[in-house]
Each structure stands twice: as structure tokens, then as C-alpha cells.
């Protein structure tokens, strides 16, 4: 197996548990369509678990783009070029981070930057 091939399968599976867990947290999230609990506090902490689903939702989403779009960089040829200064990602980084579009320095600065 290339390291190509590796990044491939570690990608494809990390979509599919992410769709899976986006799927549960969907379902969660219908879930709540009941009346709120009378007690005032019953309904504070299932607002709190609402935020929680809610930001789970988002992050879960981001994650599915970011490998998404790893993944459509290996069929057009890119994947392991930085998006940002087009040196090769460092292979240790990508097995790491597989779903990585930045090498390290890059990202360092636009974490700095954020
Ligand atoms: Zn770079």
C-alpha cells in the first residue's frame, strides 16, 4: 500500500464514522422537538445538552468537508501539497493529520494569525 493509498482508506473510513456520528447527533437533535420540562431545572440542563448537540453538529460537519475535500485532492493530484506555500507536507504530519491542506509552518501561522 502507496502512503497515497493509506491516507485514502484512513480518509474514506473517517467519513464514514463521521457520517454515522452526524446521523446519531441528527437524531438526537429531533429528538428534543418534545415540550420542555417543567422543572426549571430539568429545562437548564436540556438546553445545555441542545449547545452541546448544536456545536458537536458544526464540528462534526467542518470534519466531513475537510476530509471531503482531502479526499477530492487525491483524485486531482494535489493531496500532500500545502495550499498555502505548495512545498510537500511533511508524510509524518499526514499520517497524523490525514485530512491536513497546510504544512506545519503554514498552519502555525495561520493558527497565529486566527
Ligand atoms: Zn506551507
Request: aromatic share 2%; net charge negative.
Amino acid at each position: 500500500m502507496t502512503p497515497l493509498e493509506y491516507a485514502q482508506a484512513c480518509l474514506t473510513t473517517r467519513l464514514q464514522d463521521l457520517s454515522q456520528r452526524a446521523a446519531s447527533i441528527e437524531r438526537s437533535r429531533q429528538h428534543r422537538q418534545r415540550p420542555l420540562s417543567a422543572d426549571s431545572e430539568d429545562r437548564a440542563t436540556e438546553r445545555e445538552n441542545d449547545e452541546v448537540l448544536d456545536r458537536l453538529a458544526v464540528t462534526t460537519q467542518v470534519e466531513i468537508s475537510q476530509t471531503r475535500h482531502a479526499l477530492s485532492r487525491i483524485q486531482d493530484g494535489t493531496y500532500g501539497l500545502c495550499e498555502s506555500c505548495g512545498e510537500p507536507i511533511k508524510p509524518s504530519r499526514l499520517q497524523a493529520v490525514p485530512e491536513a491542506t497546510q504544512c506545519s509552518g503554514c498552519a502555525a501561522s495561520a493558527q497565529r494569525a486566527a
